[in-house]
């Protein structure tokens, strides 16, 4: 996010496209031939690309993640995003650039977020500054996070919601995380992150959050007395809702990102085909005039 809080992006590499459409009607069996580089930028003219793409794409190593035209890269000490993808509707168009995350701290900690392993949380670099340089007023400095998931199994077969929010402060971050299992149980963890090191905290009571303009549910961990705020609208869909947030913590306001999840809407077959209007697929890699 920017130091102004009036853009923002974010990137994230798939092996195993989880909100594809084409990985679902696949039957999630071949993660390798569904891969993306989805890109999205928020603020004045935001652009959202996701682009399912088959094995012939990925290309990876230890210190590097290719996918089509665009790549995932560590050179010193910073990770380095080339993007060069195609914006889905409305928003139509190429976007092309790339985006330097300098991590505060490199942390090692692992959190199981089920009861049985097969899905874990690694927040890599919970604090860190990035550089964008994506073109289309999208040239800023500001704050930002490195982190990963990995699963054996979908969210949908163990999750029915999913709640996130990550808070920059003074020397490291704020981080909750919230999910109800299909089993009935609620998990959670506040925890803060201070020189790569972590601490659990006690989790406050959640306070709510208006809902989204499709419906969905939300509330984020708050202090007593405390009236969190939306303070810019990022992804807004039928089953997913990003949004820049501003909290209290430690007394003072502080500006976050929070992520709600519905896996509900998710895992009904009503929503794949609507997916599929902005998450193209393409097959193959090199693929003659297009990326």
Request: hydrophobic content about 40%; glycine content about 12%; some cysteine.
């Amino acid at each position: 996010m920017s130091d102004d809080g009036g853009r923002a992006v974010s990137a994230i590499g798939f092996i195993g496209s989880v909100f594809s459409p084409w990985y679902g009607w696949s039957g999630r069996g071949d993660p390798e031939n569904h891969v993306c580089l989805n890109v999205a930028t928020y603020g004045p003219g935001g652009r959202f690309c996701m682009t399912d793409r088959g094995r012939s794409a990925l290309r990876r190593g230890r210190d590097a993640l290719e996918i089509g035209p665009s790549r995932m890269r560590w050179s010193g000490g910073r990770l380095v995003v080339e993007v060069d993808e195609v914006a889905a509707p409305p928003q139509i168009g190429r976007l092309r650039g790339r985006i330097l995350l300098e991590p505060a701290a490199v942390t090692g900690i692992e959190m199981v977020l089920d009861g049985e392993g097969a899905h874990v949380w690694r927040p890599f670099a919970p604090a860190a500054r990035v550089v964008v340089e994506l073109g289309d007023g999208n040239t800023w400095r500001g704050h930002g996070y490195l982190d990963s998931n990995f699963g054996t199994r979908p969210l949908e077969t163990d999750f029915s919601h999913w709640s996130w929010a990550r808070f920059p402060v003074p020397g490291g971050a704020v981080a909750y995380y919230e999910a109800l299992g299909r089993d009935g149980q609620r998990r959670g963890a506040a925890i803060r992150f201070t020189d790569g090191a972590a601490q659990e905290m006690a989790m406050p009571d959640p306070a709510p959050l208006p809902r989204t303009l499709w419906g969905l549910r939300r509330s984020i961990p708050a202090a007593p007395g405390v009236t969190p705020r939306q303070h810019l609208s990022m992804l807004d869909s039928p089953f997913y809702c990003r949004a820049a947030v501003a909290s209290r913590i430690d007394g003072a306001e502080r500006i976050g990102v929070h992520e709600t999840l519905d896996l509900n809407r998710f895992r009904a077959p009503w929503l794949k085909p609507m997916l599929a209007m902005r998450v193209p697929r393409r097959a193959r890699w090199p693929r003659a005039g297009t990326a």
